[in-house]
T-cell receptor, first 115, second 117 residues
Framework: AQKVTQAQTEISVVEKEDVTLDCVYETRDTTYYLFWYKQPPSGELVFLIRRNSFDEQNEISGRYSWNFQKSTSSFNFTITASQVVDSAVYFCALSEALNFNKFYFGSGTKLNVKP | GAVVSQHPSRVICKSGTSVKIECRSLDFQATTMFWYRQFPKQSLMLMATSNEGSKATYEQGVEKDKFLINHASLTLSTLTVTSAHPEDSSFYIC?????????????FGPGTRLTVT
């Protein structure tokens, strides 16, 4: 069974619009980590955030914010006032207590921000 | 933060030849490294876990004889694609794990784009 689902394959927005990327995960562990990574066209993964399962506080970092809701097993990512440089593929990932080093990646959401 | 490098960044080879990709942790010792494969417009799929001084652990469906992994030192793991075929063309990404107290931080390399002609 897929552990991380990113239902949005591709999203296109116009610059300055807000956009939310969805991530739904599945795990039986009570202890786990959730991640978001950005992959620009160059291919290198850029770490954005890590959240452990015991910390449900939402987080804001500049134009980025994350909404973690254990009740719905979701860890959504919002970009406020999007910019062209935000165009990339964004991956959500999960690692579990059994092996924190093993990452399960979602299928990714390609974000196109048009000027 | 810690840095992981990969070499080469791009490689083109002919069908039937073997290609070696290196993954190095530049400023830390990594007892465990991971190899991922990413097909165009798809997600990253874990291929194998590489432990220093021992045999790699391969994920289901990954041919261990085709994708040879060697983790000879705490800073270097290599992936050799043997007898490469066009279907092996992909983006290969490694990551290295650094202990941070009771937890581990994982750092990803920049990836290697393999094209088999």
């Amino acid at each position: 069974a897929q552990k991380v689902t990113q239902a949005q394959t591709e999203i296109s927005v116009v610059e300055k619009e807000d956009v939310t990327l969805d991530c739904v995960y599945e795990t039986r562990d009570t202890t786990y980590y959730l991640f978001w990574y950005k992959q620009p066209p160059s291919g290198e993964l850029v770490f954005l955030i890590r959240r452990n399962s015991f910390d449900e506080q939402n987080e804001i970092s500049g134009r980025y914010s994350w909404n973690f809701q254990k009740s719905t097993s979701s860890f959504n990512f919002t970009i406020t006032a999007s910019q062209v440089v935000d165009s990339a593929v964004y991956f959500c990932a999960l690692s579990e207590a059994l092996n924190f080093n093993k990452f399960y990646f979602g299928s990714g959401t390609k974000l196109n921000v048009k000027p | 933060g810690a840095v992981v490098s990969q070499h080469p960044s791009r490689v083109i080879c002919k069908s039937g030849t073997s290609v070696k990709i290196e993954c190095r942790s530049l400023d830390f010792q990594a007892t465990t490294m991971f190899w991922y494969r990413q097909f165009p417009k798809q997600s990253l799929m874990l291929m194998a876990t590489s432990n220093e001084g021992s045999k790699a652990t391969y994920e289901q469906g990954v041919e261990k004889d085709k994708f040879l992994i060697n983790h000879a030192s705490l800073t270097l793991s290599t992936l050799t694609v043997t007898s490469a075929h066009p279907e092996d063309s992909s983006f290969y990404i490694c990551s290295a794990s650094e202990p941070q107290g009771a937890q581990y931080e994982q750092y990803f390399g920049p990836g290697t784009r393999l094209t088999v002609t």
